[in-house]
């Protein structure tokens, strides 16, 4: 079946430092999806990606979807503590199938 | 707009129990996804509707869950007899279409002793 891997699985960062968290799929993707969840909150949508090597910004975060449509990463410029959670990305292998969740990138923020 | 509601938001229980945990999607959703999430396995994918039918139970780990959508508004996870390593955070979200966002409840915290 359709697997998505995501790493690094944790990710220690000072504050102001950049952050990326990569994902990738074992088959091409309908779209991709990204999550972001709060420690003790629940998973939160952040973006849909579905054009082959497109890129979304939603201020300091930039998200990329591969040309092959089978990657995806999200990047961080000059990180904030507010940004400290788990970041999931989630493949959609097309319809019929539900959202495969990646296991998640935490992220750490020390000020 | 209320959001997806989940109860019972935690729960304790003995081996051997029945467990329901409820779910009400978000008005004019669709789709309706049931996800168990574990240190150790991550988010997985339980079970999911469309248009109040299940289309996926791939995920669901045995015979003892089940689960049930009666209509729109209303969905239930039901695990019988209940076991220790069944504890985990149960999720229960729902979208306008299959391929659409996910829109999560705050989850149903089980502890099996």
């Keep these: 079946?359709?697997?998505?891997?995501?790493?690094?699985?944790?990710?220690?960062?000072?504050?102001?430092?950049?952050?990326?968290?990569?994902?990738?799929?074992?088959?091409?993707?309908s779209n991709i999806q990204w999550y972001k969840q709060r420690p003790g909150g629940h998973p939160v949508f952040l973006i849909q990606l579905v054009k082959s090597g497109e890129v979304k910004k939603?201020?300091?975060?930039?998200?990329?979807?591969?040309?092959?449509?089978?990657?995806?990463?999200?990047?961080?410029?000059?990180?904030?503590?507010?940004?400290?959670?788990?970041?999931?990305?989630?493949?959609?292998?097309?319809?019929?199938?539900?959202?495969?969740?990646?296991?998640g990138t935490s992220l750490l923020v020390t000020p | 707009d209320a959001g997806v509601i989940q109860s019972p938001r935690h729960e304790v229980t003995e081996m051997g129990q029945e467990v329901t945990l409820r779910c009400k999607p978000i008005s004019g959703h669709n789709s309706l996804f049931w996800y168990r999430q574990t240190m150790m396995r991550g988010l997985e994918l339980l079970i999911y509707f469309n248009n109040n039918v299940p289309i996926d139970d791939?995920?669901?780990?045995?015979?003892?869950?089940?689960?049930?959508?009666?209509?729109?508004?209303?969905?239930?996870?039901?695990?019988?007899?209940?076991?220790?390593?069944?504890?985990?955070?149960?999720?229960?979200?729902?979208?306008?279409?299959?391929?659409?966002?996910?829109?999560?409840?705050?989850?149903?915290?089980?502890?099996?002793?």
């Design chain 1, 58 to 103: 939603q201020k300091r975060l930039t998200f990329q979807f591969g040309e092959a449509k089978k990657n995806s990463s999200l990047h961080i410029t000059a990180t904030q503590t507010t940004d400290v959670g788990t970041y999931f990305c989630a493949g959609h292998p097309g319809s019929g199938y539900a959202l495969n969740f990646g296991k």
């Design chain 2, 58 to 113: 791939s995920g669901m780990p045995e015979d003892r869950f089940s689960a049930k959508m009666p209509n729109a508004s209303f969905s239930t996870l039901k695990i019988q007899p209940s076991e220790p390593r069944d504890s985990a955070v149960y999720f229960c979200a729902s979208s306008y279409s299959e391929t659409g966002e996910l829109f999560f409840g705050e989850g149903s915290r089980l502890t099996v002793l």
């Design chain 1, 1 to 29: 079946g359709q697997q998505v891997m995501q790493i690094p699985q944790y990710q220690h960062v000072q504050e102001g430092e950049d952050f990326t968290t990569y994902c990738n799929s074992s088959t091409t993707l």
